[in-house]
């Protein structure tokens, strides 16, 4: 059987980009025979860049609501909260203590997001990645689909994965799982600056669309994307060094499931502001649905309460024994 896991950080609105890099994923896997989806929402990984006890646990319900409005459908899939099955942090600190420090120096996403400053960074967000290969590795999970960006992190717990079972289990206790980057958006990059990743956490709005942005502001975002004084390129070669043009092909092609060959088979050569206005309807149509679904759900948190109380016991279930079979190997005490 497969086993998929994957997750995402309540530390902000989900964007575009963790839709199309991940969560349009996620419903297709969840439809596929003898597959088993378990999708998190990874709100120990939240508090590695900051806290905000007063908001976390709204954000938390927020983004539960965003996989269920996207798709991702509770009673076949078990959607629950990282900090509600403690097997997350107990074998994220024992997998902390077999990895060496030189795979984490490695890890550019705590150079990016701990800046220039990192004695300021949280020892946890330097560690995130041995959390993350525990999330993982705790369900014994096979598959992990994430966007672009988290392809290194997928191979450091491969590693970590691989170093446990040869040289303290000495044998295949843990599957080796495998990153899953699909589709034509794996890495959705900012509509301002067509370098850098959209990212729920950038300081600018601009910069990103929301889940729960209105059509007004979709359109208003789109509209201000930056471009270049060109016309739509029309083949891959007019697109490089156009990072933003690309970047909209992207996202277009991503959202209505065709290859960026298409569009600009349809749009190249034209202007951008008639390309942004077919680009803006496309997004607006696909989004208004999910962000309908994610306001009604959000009316009633008792219900992704409930929701989310019931899959945590689904996934205590499957985490309990895995966790103390590894404990078991490592060695603690037990009664
Ligand atoms: N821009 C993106 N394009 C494609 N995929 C993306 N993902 C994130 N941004 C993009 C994928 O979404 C999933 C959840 O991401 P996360 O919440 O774990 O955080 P992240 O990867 O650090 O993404 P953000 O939006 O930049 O969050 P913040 O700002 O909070 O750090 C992952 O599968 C990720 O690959």
């Known amino acids: 059987m497969k086993r998929i896991f994957s997750g995402m950080q309540p530390t902000n609105r989900l964007t575009l980009g963790n839709y199309l890099g991940a ?39 927020e983004v539960a ?3 269920i409005a996207a798709g991702v459908n509770p009673e076949k899939s078990i959607i629950f909260a990282q900090s509600s099955v ?3 942090a107990q074998l994220g600190w024992m997998l902390s203590c077999i990895t060496p420090l030189g795979w984490l120096n490695r890890m550019t996403q705590f150079k990016d997001k701990a800046g220039k400053d990192k004695e300021k960074a949280s020892a946890g967000l330097y560690t995130y ?27 450091l717990m491969r590693d970590i994965a691989i ?19 699909m589709g034509e958006a794996t890495r959705v990059m900012s509509l301002r600056d067509g370098t850098q990743k959209m990212s729920k956490s950038a300081e600018s709005d601009m910069t990103r669309i929301n889940l729960t942005d209105d059509a007004d502001m979709i359109s208003q975002k789109i509209k201000k994307a930056k471009t270049d004084a060109g016309l739509v390129p029309a083949s891959e070669a007019e697109c490089e060094g156009r990072p933003e043009a690309r970047n909209l092909l992207t996202i277009y092609a991503a959202l209505s499931d065709t290859s960026r060959e298409a569009v600009m088979a349809e749009y190249g050569g034209q202007q951008f502001s008639a390309f942004k206005n077919a680009l ?6 696909t989004m208004a649905p999910i962000t309908g679904r994610m306001r009604e759900l959000m009316a009633d948190p008792t219900e992704m309460d409930r929701i989310l109380g019931a899959s ?11 966790l103390k079979n590894a404990m078991d190997i490592m060695g603690f005490w037990r009664a």
């Open 163 to 181: 170093s446990f079972n040869q040289h303290i289990a000495g044998r295949d206790f843990f599957p080796v799982p495998d990153p899953v980057i």
């Open 23 to 61: 969560l349009k994923n996620w419903v297709k896997m969840q439809d596929e025979h003898g597959t088993q989806c378990i999708y998190c929402v990874v709100d120990l990984h939240a508090n590695t860049t900051g806290y905000n006890p007063g908001t976390l646990k709204n954000a938390t319900r």
């Open 86 to 88: 403690p097997g997350h």
């Open 129 to 155: 990645p041995t959390l993350m290969a525990a999330d993982v590795l705790l369900y014994h999970a096979t598959h992990v689909p994430v966007g672009d960006d988290q392809k290194q992190h997928v191979e």
């Open 312 to 322: 945590a016991v689904k996934a205590n279930e499957i985490a309990e024994p895995i």
């Open 65 to 67: 609501a965003a996989y």
């Open 280 to 285: 803006s309807d496309l997004t607006v149509a």
